[in-house]
């Protein structure tokens, strides 16, 4: 079977493709990789993709061209669209084209929305599901009248991913240094500062079925220190959990999207949740791909990427029943730059000896 797996410079793309790799045991892989960036790692990885590729970005007006020439040279069956600009585009481009492979792509009007998470918040609201939050440009963010939390709260870029701009606001001077220290950030989303854990819920859905979830909990971050929030969007430690009130939220969630967009059930998503200071789980954000630590997902017995390859496939010894997967207890990752994971008990963790 020929993949093709855009954006292998990042570690999301090349987690998926781990897990094709080590966990496994469906069908044979050719893995095809692209990516714009020619220092991109996974570009020069022969031991996990077979053959790789340079493409333009995907705002390039040659974009389409080259893929569809990949496509067609190397025959490929079918593709994983990972980077969320590159699963925005093919959405789009997928309303009036039919792609000559399988690929599980979520619907442009549902995609589109997903990403701003201002237009999430404002959705979700109404329902209790996100914390309270509001949205302003960064001008108006310099007056303190026109606050609308109390401190602290938490501020991020209403757009992008990975913890762009994200920071607990402890004063107003606090905010306007971390507004001179963002520039480039335009829009920013503030919200009701919650203690809890932080909880990812993988949810995949096809051709209005939700067939698999599963739910992990982000504790500390890789590099956490060049990142004042100690959030650069990328787990060194977490959790393998098994959390039915996550899930109950996160589907919920993503029902309400499907309704108001009216968009069919189809498509890859993980449902960020942090937990209020009584426990309950409310809604941050919605990610249109998988997420970096997919792999950790594989090795704990939940292995989505296969899950998808055999679903989209048309597999037919692949059960539609819905599966919440359930870990064994106690059960954690560690992660860091240029190391595999190492999945381990959490109550097998060193203590210093005294």
């Known amino acids: 079977m020929k993949i093709l797996i855009t954006g292998v410079g990042g570690v999301t793309p090349r987690s998926f493709a781990q897990a094709l790799r ?8 050719e893995l095809i990789g692209t990516d714009s960036n020619k220092y991109a790692i996974g570009l020069y ?23 569809d020439s990949i496509i067609k040279n190397e025959k490929i069956d079918l593709a994983v669209i990972n ?25 442009f009007e549902l995609a589109s ?45 209403a757009l992008g991913s990975s913890g762009l701009g994200a920071m607990k606001i402890n004063s107003f001077n606090e905010l306007q240094n971390w507004i001179n220290v ?30 698999r979830s599963a739910i992990a909990e982000r504790v500390y971050y890789i590099m956490a220190k060049v990142a004042p929030s100690g959030i650069t969007g990328n787990t060194c430690f977490g959790r393998l959990v ?36 009584d426990g309950s789980p409310m809604v941050t954000e919605v990610n249109v791909r998988f997420v970096a630590f997919t ?6 017995g939940a292995n989505l990427p296969e899950d998808m390859i055999r679903v989209v496939s048309g597999d037919p010894s692949f059960k539609r029943e819905f599966t919440l997967y359930k870990f064994d207890p106690d059960l954690i990752f560690l992660r860091d730059v240029d190391e595999q994971p190492i999945i381990m008990k959490e109550s097998q963790l060193l203590t210093v000896q005294r």
């Open 22 to 29: 080590k966990y496994s045991r469906y069908a044979y892989y």
């Open 45 to 67: 990885m022969p031991e996990l993709f077979n053959k790789t590729y340079l493409v333009p970005k995907v705002t390039d007006p040659d974009y389409w061209k080259i893929i």
């Open 83 to 107: 980077p969320e600009l590159e699963v925005v585009e093919w959405s789009r481009r997928a309303l009036e084209y039919q792609f000559p492979l399988k690929v599980l792509l979520p619907h």
């Open 113 to 157: 929305r997903l990403v701003d998470k201002a237009i999430l918040s404002e959705a979700l609201e109404p329902y209790g599901l996100v914390p309270r939050s509001f949205t302003l440009d960064k001008e108006a963010l310099k007056e303190s009248n026109k606050l609308k939390l109390e401190y602290p709260f938490w501020i991020r870029s």
């Open 182 to 211: 963002n520039p480039k950030v335009e829009k920013f989303l503030a919200s009701e500062f919650l203690p809890g854990r932080n909880l990812g819920c993988k949810m995949l859905y096809h051709n209005g079925e939700l067939l």
């Open 242 to 277: 098994n959390s039915p009130e996550a899930f109950k939220v996160a589907s919920k969630a993503m029902d309400i999207m499907f309704e108001k967009t009216r968009t069919p059930k189809h498509g890859f998503f993980t449902v960020d949740l942090k937990e209020a200071s």
């Open 295 to 300: 792999q950790c997902y594989a090795a704990g």
